[in-house]
């Protein structure tokens, strides 16, 4: 078998940890470099039950998109949870390792395979980064096209069908803003909490944006400079880029459904370069639970 370490190695050359962030921490986070490794477990999040469900399982590593430590903390005794955390793994030989932003913008990552599923063409990064090392285009989020124009309410579904099959179980809705009958064909999408980059997104210019966690006062910002553009753009001001309607139109999807995505490429992805480099073989197990904090969402139309 081969040793955590060997598995490391291969995670952090599918997923380097250069892509990261600078505010971000991802990588081994937990684990014995000498360790074993026959079966590893994906989820979203490294929640005390996901990491029970992990343990019964038999995991001898975990592997989340989401941080145990996401800011710097200065205690993993027995007061918080964190560290009854970092003590049952231990106890039970489990490694946790954190693919965070760094998974975002690999190949094949989070941003990546969100796009994919939504079936968008001719993709490329909305934040590229510079790597001659990566023999494909990499970076955070990804810009596409819709094979054909679509009415942006059948665009919606198509989000919440790909987010609810291919993501992960949630109890929350997609959220849209727009006209819902106009044509939209292409697209910006960025898994996780994306109202820091509509600017990068508004200037792509493209018809809607598909991401999480929009905020009131950032996102009625980004619709009301849409709105006073296209307002301008009508006017025959040229202000912006795109037609006389107020783009990009805006959906907000559950943030770690929209994420779970990537793990049907890491569950392809990861034996694979585990085999390729050592010659062992691991097997690999998603956890789909939800780790929405949220158990009900209740819409106007259930009142």
């Not at 990261?20 to 477990?41: F, M, T």
């Not at 809705?173 to 994306?194: F, K, N, R, Y």
């Not at 890491?266 to 050592?278: K, Y």
Request: hydrophobic share 40%.
């Amino acid at each position: 078998m081969p040793n955590l370490k060997q598995v490391i190695d291969v995670l952090e050359t599918l997923y380097p940890l250069r892509y990261a962030e600078q505010w971000d921490e991802p990588g081994l986070i937990v684990g014995d470099l000498s360790h074993e490794v026959r079966h590893i477990v994906v989820a979203a999040d490294p929640t005390s039950a996901i990491v029970d469900k992990a343990i019964e399982a038999g995991a001898d590593l975990l592997i989340t998109h989401h941080p145990l430590f996401f800011r710097s903390v200065h205690e993993v005794g027995g007061l918080g949870f964190r560290g009854d955390i970092v003590r049952r793994l231990y106890g039970h030989g489990c490694g946790l390792w954190v693919g965070h932003t760094n998974a975002d913008s690999a190949w094949r990552g989070v941003g990546q395979a969100a796009a994919d599923f939504l079936k968008l063409e001719h993709q490329r990064p909305l934040v590229p980064i510079q790597d001659a090392n990566a023999g494909h285009d990499v970076g955070l989020g990804r810009i596409g096209t819709l094979h054909e124009p679509m009415t942006l309410r059948d665009f919606v579904y198509r989000v919440f069908d790909t987010v609810s099959t291919r993501g992960m179980h949630t109890e929350l809705g997609v959220q849209v803003c727009g006209d819902l009958e106009a044509p939209v064909q292409t697209v910006a999408v960025l898994p996780g909490s994306g109202d820091s980059l509509f600017d990068e997104v508004r200037a792509a210019g493209v018809d809607v944006y598909v991401t999480s966690d929009l905020r009131h006062h950032p996102t009625t910002d980004a619709i009301e400079q849409a709105r006073y553009e296209a307002r301008m753009r009508a006017q025959g001001i040229a202000l912006g880029q795109g037609s006389a309607q107020a783009r990009p139109y805006l959906i907000n999807t559950p943030h770690a459904a929209i994420e779970s995505i990537w793990f049907n490429y890491a569950l392809e992805d990861v034996p694979q370069a585990v085999a390729q480099a050592t010659g062992e073989h691991v097997t690999m197990q998603w956890i789909r639970d939800t780790t929405d904090p949220w158990t009900l969402s209740i819409t106007t139309s259930q009142v």
